[in-house]
């Protein structure tokens, strides 16, 4: 079964077979590496550029407006805040030229902590992301999910972010969410899609056939049923909540837990039914938390649910500090960790109506 | 002005045919016309900011008659700032669109009342949203580029842009992402040097003897031009043109040209008189060579003026965009840009 | 009485006189122009720039290691978005040195809408300002404050940035608001400190004698007080809700108005004792509206003052478009004006408990 | 390897004292025992990641020795990046701190064990903080220049980085503000070239010939040396900062280096065996001149080793820091960088 980079591998590689991606590039992406984590051994049509982030979002949005379907990458979104203007104009390109010029494009990269990757390999990217109008934002918190989402985004007629959760690079799939066609045993997915130590020059991956699974945009998944609280979550933190849930229903605490998948468009149906529900509502995410996009979630259930409400609803995020740092504690200090979600929740879970 | 810029020497007598120099005498006063118009209307208060191209026609009228227009990568992409109008006009662009953009009429073709005006915008021709950030298009440039060196053909990829600007990483990003010995792209690099960004000298800021040295280091073919001669323009960027498109290799090639009309309307659009005026200098020399007469060129002039104020007067009643239409085209359903 | 401009004028002067101001440099900012908006007309220390905004906060951030307090400015703040790395590098400086390296240095650039400036002209900075730890944030709605806070900026021993709204750069102190020393009259001020048009290489501006007069970070201004709504703003819409709330006192609505003035630190304070009183609070600021340093204050509102409502905390914000667009219609819809504010301001004040 | 990157003529026979070779050799073992501990501490698990200079011993000892180390501006600024442990250690930095980093113990001095190992930071010597993404150090360097140019004397900024990292926008930035006719400014900017950005090779991405050329253009003073040989880059250093310290001018230096270990441990910080070890070719010279036998050298290496070992120890039962510190020196209350 695959892991996410697994996962997005095949991914790319179904999207240059079968949805005419035409490049896939960044630094390290093409041979020998196939990128930082892998995520692009084997694929064709991948390349390697210049050290340079600015022409990495210049060039996929040039060859965006030439119709190709492409997916750029930023090799730590930390390296991505040099190119938030270049960003900008591709979220307006068709705005701009008032529906003339669609513009099709994948920024992938990955976000967050998990690493120790301290201070410039462990930001997050979902406030900076959703504060940028015009592009469709994924992050997936599975390898199936990573799989439909990237599939989505590569198709989508718009720019795209695909924002990969660093810790979960080489987390799998649960049992019954395999991507259909692939081998179930992991060691025999490796031998025929993981790049050899060493000599790579002769080396072709075998890919498994793997179907279109497109996960919509706007779709989110509710990965656990609940009555007592609502918890919305994505990426990193997603497993950490559904992990404290399941620890909290042993004190007879009945958690719901969301996992969004794509920050815009977003599943608020989702969302809004179940806060109607529970009454308590928690998001949970990693970026710091001061302009967050926790607190836009948080404003719109104030806007629309504040009379469905038991408790205030809350946010749990990353500290306001300049970055994560090396140290094991630092860094468990600076983001939500499973310890402090599951006290979040307890905590909301018997706040006074 | 420094040494650095002293004056370019002009190229060797024109082959050009007299056909040609008469459309290409036309289509300056019309761009000129235009921008006039453009000016006028902004010190009326038809349109709320003016910036242009009046002083670069010389160079951009020939540009604009030299790129081969159409859509997809086997046609050129042109990356344009917001001094080519007279590019525009040669290239076919009715000018009663750029009024329509300065007054931002719901009509205006480019962006539906929502971009300054000379912000050109159209997909059938390749021309992809002028965008006021500097030197941005440097970056997007190797990307439209890459697309033609795959498809083949003789489809290039033109990127303008001024003196200053060239001083942002984009315009370093687009020397290095066409030279890469990996794949080197067909991209026409231009700077238009005005000596000036904004009130800001070029002599205090530019350590370059010439703009065009840049290419050097990156065995970029590159070369300075008189861009106020359109003979020496039009040959200039043919032969450049022909360079890129055969070899499917990066040209830079940097025009000397004038500001005739200041920065743009924050400086108060006024004429200028310190600067060289391109029309004035070929129009003596159509005079001369008995190709066209004064007379002739005062009806021209005369004739494209009116047709601009009749224009004018059209625009000035059209619509305005709603309001509400704020929120319109932000994502798109489909593809527009592959479908044929 | 001197406009905003002119304000900003005043406090590079004495800052550069009496407080170590070694720079003051930008895009146009030295002579013959001395700014965009003429903010740095006579200044000594002012020069020009080439035309590189990440040249121009680097040399920011150098010039204030070696210990010179500097004003760099970005012509717009449109065009700061390709700085954002090495600005959250000079936000995280004194922290990632552990208290080692301190960095004195101000970024000033006019912000937001107001003058049709179009897409690349009427940005808001302060949703991506207030996202980076490590600064603090000024943004004045009144020449006294933009020349008490711009003096703090100056001498503060960290990164500052200096928000000024573009829309508010003409309008003058309110009666009894000057600053001290500065003539009553406007066209007397204008012959000392306002460049001559046409030939300047032989003028010299005369300075009135104004003192020292900071306006600490943290501490906002209650504009109006009130009892029955509390409104939060800053910048170009503070006195569009100032306005609104003097129409709507004559509908026997009471309402009070806070100034901000500065974003981080933020006086909550202020607000907590406001709508503590009110119960009911509305936040209004021009940037787009999702991820919006509004959506902070909404929910710290919930956070802390959750069972103190009566009401929804709201959030007035703009429209979340890429860009506002030229025309007249475009730009009103696209961000608050008077009449929204007073809507906004008057649907809370009835909202049921 | 291109022909690009032939190798580059050593420089004539040295003029360096024996004392000085002996003290270089000195911090070129010390260096090399200081990255081997450091991978051997990231194999052993204490420590998450190694980045270190391996292999440019050669070049960046001779830089160290030759800084002009203080606070202020009469004093060189120092705006490294992650390969310059060599270089610390030249100017007296002492190896266990970087230990401490390494382990990112509350002692590391530069960062509390917030950063990376090898991102050095002193207030004291005038180096700003290392940081880890590409190349912005080359926007920050003309502020302390300007600094420095303004407050008269010898002082100089100093900025180093890859041959990988030029393609980034802020070297020209760098190239760009440091040579304005305006004001030039005392800047040695330092590339050392390895031929590689982690597995990207430099011929594929570099279409100039040297990355020297690129300061031509600009007029300013360029070379590309042989990094791997310690006497010509003694000399070589010694030569461009006498120019850029007298001139206040700028001056691009290309050292060509090797990469001993890889990348970083990302990419497993084994030995590579292709790459030439300018340890090993320094060592044969003072041998064959009879300035230090190779058991004097083995004796040396072996007291640095036991020295680090021990330090090692050390380090390994200093304190972590407190999670709760997170919140701490966010801001200053104090101006210190102004404070003598
Ligand atoms: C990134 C960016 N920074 C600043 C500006 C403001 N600005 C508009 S035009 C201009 C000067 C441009 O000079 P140059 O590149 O020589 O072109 P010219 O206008 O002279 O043709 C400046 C600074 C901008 N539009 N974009
Ligand atoms: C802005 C940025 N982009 C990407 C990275 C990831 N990265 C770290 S080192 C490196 C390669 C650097 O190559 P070079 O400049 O040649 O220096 P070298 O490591 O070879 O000494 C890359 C891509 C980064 N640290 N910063
Ligand atoms: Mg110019
Ligand atoms: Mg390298």
């Known amino acids: 079964m695959s892991n996410m980079v697994q996962a997005i591998r095949m991914a790319l590689h179904v999207a240059e077979e079968r949805h005419d991606l035409t490049d896939v590039f960044g630094e390290d992406v093409g041979p020998p590496l196939g990128g930082a984590f892998t995520a692009t051994q084997g694929i064709k049509c991948a390349w390697n550029t210049p050290l340079d982030e600015r022409g990495i979002v210049g060039a996929s949005i040039g060859l965006g407006l030439a119709g190709c379907r492409n997916v750029g990458e930023i090799q730590f979104c930390d390296y991505a805040y040099?190119?938030?203007?270049?960003?900008?104009?591709?979220?307006?390109?068709?705005?701009?030229?008032?529906?003339?010029?669609?513009?099709?494009?994948?920024?992938?990269?990955p976000v967050g902590s998990g690493i120790r990757g301290s201070i410039y390999h462990s930001h997050s990217f979902d406030a900076t992301a959703t504060h940028i109008p015009g592009f469709k934002i994924a992050m997936p918190s599975t390898p199936r999910d990573a799989y439909g989402l990237l599939l989505s985004c590569i198709v989508d007629p718009n720019p795209c972010f695909f924002l990969v959760p660093k810790a979960l690079m080489r987390v799998r799939n649960a049992p019954g969410e395999e991507i259909p066609g692939e081998p179930g045993d992991d060691r025999a997915l490796s031998k025929l899609i993981d790049a050899p130590l060493g000599d790579r020059s002769k080396w072709q991956p075998q890919w498994p056939e793997t179907p279109d699974l497109f996960v919509p945009f706007g779709e989110g998944r509710t990965v656990r049923k609940g009555r007592d609280v609502t918890v919305v979550s994505y990426g990193r933190t997603l497993p950490l909540c559904a992990k404290a849930a399941e620890e909290l229903?042993?004190?007879?605490?009945?958690?719901?837990?969301i996992d969004l998948r794509s920050l815009w468009p977003y599943d608020w149906e989702r969302v809004k039914e179940s806060?109607?529900?529970?009454?308590r509502v928690l998001f949970v995410n990693e970026d710091t938390e001061v302009t967050n996009?926790?607190?836009?979630?948080?404003?719109r259930t104030t806007d629309e649910l504040f009379y469905h409400l038991a408790a205030p609803p809350k946010l749990l995020a990353g500290a306001f500090v300049p970055g994560i740092g090396l140290a094991d504690n630092l860094e468990m200090a600076s983001v939500p960790q499973l310890p402090s979600i599951r006290a979040a929740i307890a905590e909301l879970a018997v706040m006074e109506a | 002005m420094s040494t650095n810029l002293r004056p370019v020497p002009s190229a060797p007598e024109s082959q050009i045919s007299p056909e040609l120099l008469l459309r290409m005498h036309e289509l300056m006063v019309k761009a000129r016309a235009l921008e006039e118009r453009l000016i006028h209307m902004y010190k009326q208060g038809d349109g709320y900011f003016w910036i242009g191209g009046p002083g670069e026609e010389a160079f951009n009228v020939p540009l604009g008659m030299l790129v081969q227009k159409g859509r997809g990568p086997q046609f050129d992409y042109c990356h344009f700032h917001y001094r080519n109008s007279g590019t525009w006009l040669a290239m076919g662009g009715d000018p009663i669109d750029s009024l329509r953009q300065m007054k931002n009429t719901v009509t205006d073709p480019f962006s539906g009342g929502r971009n300054f005006v000379g912000h050109y915008s159209r997909r059938e021709w390749n021309v992809v949203p002028v965008s006021s950030p500097i030197e941005v298009q440097h970056s997007m440039a190797p990307g439209t580029a890459l697309a033609q060196k795959r498809a083949g053909g003789r489809g290039i990829?033109?990127?303008?842009?001024?003196?200053?600007?060239?001083?942002e990483g984009d315009f370093s990003t687009c020397l290095i992402w066409s030279s890469r010995p990996a794949n080197l792209l067909p991209v026409l690099m231009i700077v238009t040097n005005n000596k000036w960004g904004i009130s800001t000298a070029y002599q205090g800021q530019h350590g370059e003897k010439r703009i065009s040295e840049r290419g050097k280091a990156f065995g970029i073919e590159s070369k300075t031009i008189d861009g106020n001669d359109p003979e020496t323009s039009y040959r200039e960027i043919a032969q450049a043109m022909e360079y890129v498109r055969s070899e499917r290799k990066p040209f830079l090639l940097e025009a000397m040209v004038s500001r005739l009309y200041g920065h743009s309307s924050a400086s108060g659009a006024n004429r200028m008189t310190d600067e060289a005026d391109c029309l004035v200098g070929f129009e003596r020399k159509l005079e001369e060579r008995g190709l066209r007469s004064r007379k002739e060129m005062d009806d021209l002039r005369a004739r494209f003026t009116a047709q601009l104020q009749e224009a004018h007067k059209k625009v000035r009643d059209e619509p305005q965009p709603d309001g509400k239409t704020i929120h319109d085209n932000i994502f798109a359903d489909r593809d527009l840009v592959r479908e044929n």
Chains 1, 3 share one sequence.
């Open chain 1, 293 to 299: 996009f926790g607190e836009h979630l948080v404003r």
């Open chain 1, 249 to 257: 229903s042993q004190e007879n605490l009945d958690v719901e837990v």
């Open chain 1, 82 to 109: 040099n190119t938030i203007d270049l960003l900008k104009l591709a979220g307006m390109m068709y705005w701009v030229s008032n529906g003339d010029w669609n513009l099709p494009m994948t920024i992938m990269t």
């Open chain 2, 157 to 167: 990829t033109i990127v303008t842009g001024g003196d200053a600007g060239t001083a």
């Open chain 1, 275 to 279: 806060v109607s529900r529970t009454g």
